[in-house]
């Protein structure tokens, strides 16, 4: 099956999500981010080549988008 056959929206390519390892979410592709009242906050097209890094240390200022904090914090997720 191709990424476009496995895509909810016509048209639109899938999305790879990889976890890092003591690190962020890596999102590649086409996507976007809803707000709580489902409103594209940020789409792909914002971000160079569709590829964004989601925080889950915690501690980003710019969440829900990583800043690196995560290495000076010593975030660790076991496991994952």
Do not use: Q, Y
Not at 5 to 31: H, Q, R
Not at 37 to 50: H, I, Q
């Amino acid at each position: 099956m191709s990424a476009s056959e496995n895509s909810d929206v016509a048209g639109e390519e899938a999305c790879t999500i990889s976890v890092t390892e003591d690190g962020p979410i890596k999102v590649e592709g086409d996507w976007r981010l809803l707000t709580r009242g489902d409103s594209a906050a940020v789409v792909a097209g914002d971000r160079p080549r569709g590829t964004v890094w989601l925080c889950r240390c915690g501690h980003s200022a710019k969440k829900p988008f990583c800043d690196g904090t995560h290495k000076k914090e010593g975030f660790s997720a076991e496991g994952i």
